[in-house]
């Protein structure tokens, strides 16, 4: 009788192929085991979500005035979006873009009167399907004029004080949960720049470092102020994490139906993101008022659960979890 003797690198392999089909959380399948019942949900580690809203004006001199603090397109846009570009450059959240910020106040009729208090804050959260939103105040955005040295002398006439100019610009801001309306963090910025250079950033846009334009005292005592606060920010995102993640509460509509796959027509700015679980509902009947024809009530029966795997602006992917007979035009609610 004869006996096979393996090679080491063989039998190495061979042991180790088997190990793993015996070790509990392998990550090679074991061929022998029966197979689960619907697909298994994918895990996606993802950054909170937070929209950045207009500061407004809490106290601030002429001179804040002057430079269209209270204008459309002054300081109060321009300090927000300067905050929202250092954010999205951080990268330890993931910003909402401006436009779809001002579709919805505009839709909800929300922040018309100027200052937002936290829990109206909460409230535009919900709607964005963002985690939390960040309010802000600009208390300082002034220049002053400063007397430096004294007499040069009497040669040509020349004497007296040299004058300079000192801006100084402070940003106090709150960040809110929007599953609680708790405020997470009360973060706060000053910076200060007079004639002696640097580059400033003021309402988004690099000022050259060669002028001593009030803009550009302006924009690099901005600049200071909100890098203060992307730090301060920044150290808080675990606290955010902690909280529980909030859903979109707009409805998708499914476009699309092939095989184990199905496309519906929201996207990432709806709030919707790769690893969130929708619930498909078929509408079975709209219950309308009828007298003005509104709809007050919608009934409709479960289809199933699907689990979105891409997700791009406009539109999302998702593979079926449970259920069957999927169909175009019926409706998803996220529920995870």
């Given at each position: 009788?004869?006996?096979?003797?393996?090679?080491?690198?063989?039998?190495?392999?061979?042991?180790?192929?088997?190990?793993?089909?015996?070790?509990?959380?392998?990550?090679?399948?074991?061929?022998f085991?029966?197979?689960?019942i619907g697909?298994?949900?994918?895990?996606?580690?993802?950054s909170?979500?937070?929209?950045?809203?207009?500061f407004?004006?809490?106290?601030?001199?002429?001179?804040?005035?002057?430079?269209?603090?209270?204008?459309?397109?002054?300081?109060?846009?321009?300090?927000s979006?300067?905050?929202?570009?250092?954010l999205?450059?951080?990268?330890?959240?993931?910003?909402?873009?401006?436009?779809?910020?001002?579709?919805?106040?505009?839709?909800?009729?929300?922040?018309?009167?100027g200052?937002i208090?936290?829990?109206?804050?909460?409230?535009?959260?919900?709607?964005?399907?963002?985690?939390?939103?960040?309010i802000?105040?600009?208390?300082?955005?002034?220049?002053?004029?400063?007397?430096?040295?004294?007499?040069?002398?009497?040669?040509?006439?020349?004497?007296?004080?040299?004058?300079?100019?000192?801006?100084?610009?402070?940003?106090?801001?709150?960040?809110v949960?929007t599953?609680?309306?708790?405020?997470?963090?009360?973060?706060?910025?000053?910076?200060?720049?007079?004639?002696?250079?640097?580059?400033?950033?003021?309402?988004?846009?690099?000022?050259?470092?060669?002028?001593?334009?009030?803009?550009?005292?302006?924009?690099?005592?901005?600049?200071?102020?909100?890098?203060k606060?992307?730090?301060?920010?920044?150290?808080?995102?675990p606290?955010?994490?902690?909280?529980?993640?909030?859903?979109?509460?707009?409805?998708?509509?499914?476009?699309?139906v092939?095989?184990?796959?199905i496309?519906?027509n929201?996207?990432?700015?709806?709030?919707?993101?790769?690893?969130?679980?929708?619930?498909?509902?078929r509408?079975?009947?709209d219950?309308k008022?009828?007298?003005?024809?509104?709809?007050?009530?919608r009934?409709?029966?479960?289809?199933g659960?699907?689990?979105?795997?891409?997700?791009?602006?406009?539109?999302?992917?998702?593979?079926?979890?449970?259920?069957?007979?999927?169909?175009?035009?019926?409706?998803?609610?996220?529920?995870?």
């Amino acid at each position: 009788m004869k006996h096979t003797v393996l090679p080491i690198a063989k039998l190495s392999i061979a042991l180790t192929v088997l190990t793993a089909f015996c070790v509990p959380g392998s990550v090679y399948a074991n061929p022998f085991s029966a197979p689960g019942i619907g697909v298994e949900q994918i895990k996606v580690k993802e950054s909170r979500r937070i929209a950045v809203l207009d500061f407004d004006y809490a106290n601030v001199s002429k001179t804040g005035i002057s430079y269209g603090l209270y204008g459309k397109n002054g300081a109060s846009r321009g300090i927000s979006n300067l905050l929202t570009n250092e954010l999205v450059k951080d990268g330890t959240y993931v910003l909402v873009e401006r436009s779809k910020i001002d579709t919805i106040l505009a839709e909800q009729n929300l922040g018309a009167s100027g200052r937002i208090e936290p829990t109206t804050a909460a409230q535009i959260g919900r709607v964005l399907g963002v985690d939390a939103v960040l309010i802000g105040s600009i208390t300082q955005f002034h220049i002053e004029e400063q007397s430096k040295g004294g007499s040069i002398g009497g040669f040509f006439g020349l004497g007296g004080k040299q004058k300079t100019q000192l801006a100084t610009v402070q940003l106090s801001t709150r960040l809110v949960s929007t599953a609680t309306g708790e405020i997470l963090t009360a973060a706060e910025g000053t910076g200060q720049a007079d004639k002696s250079g640097g580059r400033g950033r003021i309402f988004g846009i690099g000022v050259d470092s060669n002028s001593d334009s009030s803009e550009r005292l302006l924009g690099e005592a901005s600049g200071q102020a909100v890098d203060k606060i992307v730090s301060q920010l920044a150290a808080v995102a675990p606290k955010l994490a902690a909280k529980p993640a909030t859903l979109p509460v707009e409805e998708m509509v499914v476009a699309d139906v092939t095989g184990n796959q199905i496309v519906l027509n929201k996207g990432g700015v709806h709030g919707f993101r790769p690893g969130m679980v929708v619930s498909v509902e078929r509408v079975i009947k709209d219950i309308k008022d009828p007298t003005t024809g509104k709809l007050l009530r919608r009934q409709t029966q479960s289809v199933g659960r699907i689990q979105l795997t891409e997700v791009d602006a406009q539109s999302s992917v998702g593979k079926i979890l449970t259920g069957t007979g999927f169909k175009v035009g019926d409706v998803a609610k996220a529920v995870e």
